[in-house]
């Protein structure tokens, strides 16, 4: 028997529209920019990120009206089967339940006068579903896509009108959905900018000169929508709780060699950069060193320092799937990771895509952010990327996932031990749901198995996972039976 978690713990789910919903071409959606990413064979992939597409693979996808060869347009139907795939939320008992709001659906072009109806009449079918059966739900404004016109008419995230844009389509749900959705997050993984400019910014590479320059510069319009979308959260619902999202990188020195502890100081302060900015503020005085001497020049707004000041987030959410080695000296053998990859470490297992499983490293990384921000702390992905086989009883048992989340639980609960604020937890994809990395669904998350494979072949029909019977007993327990 372990100890329980504090009441009203929100324990739940998480996915993302682009990876979920599929209905790429309807309702009137416009065209998104995770519509343009193609399932790439393994064997053929240049690395293991899908993410880069080239300008080529865009421009052919752009081009392409069908369900061609982009996973990401069909997903996994949540469109058409919500109401199946709410009810089986609602029997694990779910708390919350994180998804993100297309922007296309609601603003097809992105610069539209109106919202598209159909688009917004969908989440609010969507939300009445979850209220049904008193989940919560937790909404991403942006989860790596935006409505492409943007990128052809204004190159991404790099114009500044993006943000007006942005902030209008925040508006149009708050005001929607202002008695429907308590919990707002602005921009998933809000570093992934740095590594992955076309999912997470709307940049194309070769039609930047400066890509370094053009990241940084669209970051800052990020940060300026965000704070601005705070703000007009806090005017249109009282009593919401808004928050940032960060990829968490947790990393270690390889050695206590000074010159590896500095080098993984530099590392981290390239992660806490994000939330210095979101949480504190202002951006820290490191990131002049950093932008001066990478030649960076950033272009404020007069009143941009008070926007990022006075608007400041409530929580902080994050993504934790592993922690990172760094090293000062020769690189050895690399693992990969979400986004970004750290060296080999020989404590750690890995997962069939060789990220390192490090449930301590989740009490550390609670411990590290709530003394350096003091705010309440929201688990919003975790999980266990794995391929699942179904045995010849027709059953998936899948107890790598439950000992993966259990630990992880385990150290959750250790942190809250030890002082920390965590406002609740959603386990990555609790239904199988396309990888945003390699635009597989048969890398697998879910507690709910959805019979398709990469190509799309499949019924879609969803079934029970042995991990969905145990998450539904921890929820049921509030922790204490894990
Ligand atoms: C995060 C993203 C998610 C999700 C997850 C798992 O970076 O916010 O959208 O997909 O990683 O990654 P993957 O799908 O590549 O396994």
Excluded at 49 to 62: G, K
Aim: hydrophobic residues 35%.
């Amino acid at each position: 028997m372990f100890k329980e978690f504090p009441e009203g713990f929100l324990w739940g789910g998480a996915t993302a529209a682009n990876q979920l919903e599929g209905g790429f071409n309807l309702g009137g959606k416009g065209l998104s920019t995770s519509d343009m990413i193609p399932y790439i064979p393994k064997e053929e992939r240049d690395g293991d990120n899908s993410v880069h597409i080239t300008s080529e693979q865009y421009n052919q996808a752009l081009n392409d009206p069908t369900n061609g060869n982009y996973p990401k347009r069909w997903g996994v139907d949540f469109y058409h089967r919500y109401k199946e795939d709410i009810a089986l939320f609602g029997e694990m008992g779910f708390k919350s339940f994180r998804l993100s709001i297309s922007w296309p659906r609601i603003f097809p072009n992105g610069d539209d006068l109106t919202p598209n109806e159909e688009g917004l009449a969908f989440y609010d079918a969507v939300f009445d579903e979850l209220l049904k059966y008193n989940i919560e739900p937790v909404v991403t404004l942006s989860h790596y896509e935006m409505p492409v016109a943007l990128i052809e008419r204004y190159n991404g995230w790099t114009d500044r009108r993006l943000v007006d844009f942005f902030v209008k389509y925040a508006e149009t749900v708050f005001n929607r959905y202002k008695n429907k959705v308590k919990y707002w997050l602005t921009f998933n993984e809000i570093n992934a900018i740095a590594l992955a400019p076309y999912n997470a910014g709307g940049l194309l590479h070769d039609r930047h000169e400066n890509m370094e320059q053009s990241i940084y510069q669209a970051l800052h319009h990020q940060f300026i929508a965000s704070a601005l979308t705070v703000k007009a959260c806090r005017e249109i619902i009282p009593g919401a709780q808004i928050g940032c999202m960060l990829a968490r990188l947790e990393t270690y020195p390889e050695t206590c060699n000074p010159e590896d502890v500095l080098k993984t100081l530099q590392a981290e302060q390239m992660n806490f950069f994000y939330t210095d900015v979101q949480v504190r503020g202002k951006y820290p005085n490191y990131m002049n060193r950093f932008f001066k001497e990478n030649g960076i020049s950033l272009h404020l707004e007069p009143g941009d320092e008070e926007i990022l000041l006075e608007n400041t987030v409530d929580f902080i959410s994050f993504s934790y799937y592993m922690s990172l080695v760094e090293s000062a000296g020769p690189q050895g053998e690399r693992a990969p990771g979400n986004l970004f990859s750290g060296l080999k470490n020989p404590y750690l297992e890995s997962s069939d895509w060789g990220w390192q499983i490090d449930p301590i490293g989740l009490r550390v990384t609670l411990n590290k952010l709530y003394d350096r921000y003091q705010v309440p702390l929201f688990v919003v992905e975790n999980g266990l990327g794995a391929i699942d086989t179904i045995n010849e009883n027709g059953q998936i048992e899948d107890d790598y996932r439950i000992d993966y989340l259990r630990k992880h639980f385990i150290q959750m609960r250790e942190a809250i031990e030890d002082g920390v604020e965590v406002m609740g937890y959603t386990s990555w994809g609790c239904i199988d749901i396309i990888s945003v990395s390699t635009s597989e669904v048969s890398k697998r998350y879910g507690f709910i198995y959805v019979d398709v494979d990469d190509l799309g072949q499949g019924t879609f029909e969803r079934s029970k996972k042995k991990s969905f019977n145990w998450y539904k007993e921890v929820i049921k327990s509030n922790g204490t039976n894990l």
